[in-house]
């Protein structure tokens, strides 16, 4: 499928439903406590994006059984909301989430803290976000695609950490994902030019150990091979002729 150029009225809608992601966000993050199951926090979550007058767009999708996902520890993307797993302090906990605001859709994730965490887990979660932020320096029109990810790989690889290569993030827009896939690797090609008013989704998956990932028996739930940590933090952007505009953050 042909990467898609939004259209005027087609940005107005994503930057409403980056907009609503974005609040979702905020509220879920502000809810979180020790004690509370991954189940309360989909819940929650599912509860907010339904009083949005959104349509939670991963309920359901390829199967998938809930509107959040909630990754905790060596999760790295795609937990499965569980009554029977209760945050504790000291876990770091990925929240991953989408909307469908009149057809237009917005995807976005977030690494949390539960009470007080390692400095270790902390500087893992910084530097996954600081990921997003380093690799969209370089997601403008002009540039290709694999700037973006090669800025992304070079920064996490400064503190020694791995790369997932196994998941990468995506174009976003009538659909949760469309063209093209955006790594958070340096690729041999360069990508594709981007142009102004293509939409992306950037989602650094950031391991502190090394980079090969698996998947449990439930056939979703991505964890780190070796046990070590992971963060994940994405947002919903649009490529412009100067800096990219973050539609799902406030
Ligand atoms: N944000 C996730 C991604 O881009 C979407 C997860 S789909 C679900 O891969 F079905 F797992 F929810
Ligand atoms: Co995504």
């Not at 907010?48 to 790295?76: L, M, Q, T």
């Amino acid at each position: 499928m042909a990467v898609t150029i939004k259209s005027a009225r087609e940005i107005e809608l994503m930057r409403e439903a980056g907009k609503i992601l974005a609040l979702t966000h905020e509220e879920l993050g502000k809810a979180l406590k020790p004690g509370m199951s991954t189940w309360d926090v989909d819940h929650l979550g599912e509860k907010i994006i339904r009083g949005y007058g959104c349509i939670p767009s991963f309920k359901n999708y390829n199967g998938y059984p809930a509107s959040i996902c909630v990754s905790v520890n060596d999760e790295v993307v795609h937990g499965i909301p569980s009554k029977k797993r209760i945050l504790k302090e000291g876990d770091i906990v990925s929240l991953d989430a989408g909307v469908i605001y009149k057809g237009y859709h917005s995807d976005a994730a977030r690494t949390h803290a539960v009470g007080r965490v390692s400095d270790e887990a902390q500087q893992l979660m910084d530097v996954t976000k600081q990921c997003f932020f380093e690799g969209i320096r370089f997601a403008r029109a002009g540039n290709h695609l694999n700037d973006v990810s090669k800025a992304i790989q070079a920064y996490a690889e400064k503190f020694g950490y791995g790369v997932v290569r196994d998941l990468v993030g995506h174009g976003i827009g009538t659909h949760l994902h469309e063209a093209p896939e955006v790594p958070n690797f340096g690729q041999k090609r360069k990508g594709i030019l981007l142009k102004p008013g293509m939409t992306l989704a950037v989602e650094p998956m950031i391991n502190a150990g090394t980079y090969e990932v698996v998947w449990m028996d439930d056939d979703w739930t991505v964890v780190t091979a070796d046990g070590s940590l992971s963060a994940h933090y994405e947002n919903t952007i649009l490529i412009t002729e100067g800096e990219p505009e973050i539609l799902s953050m406030c």
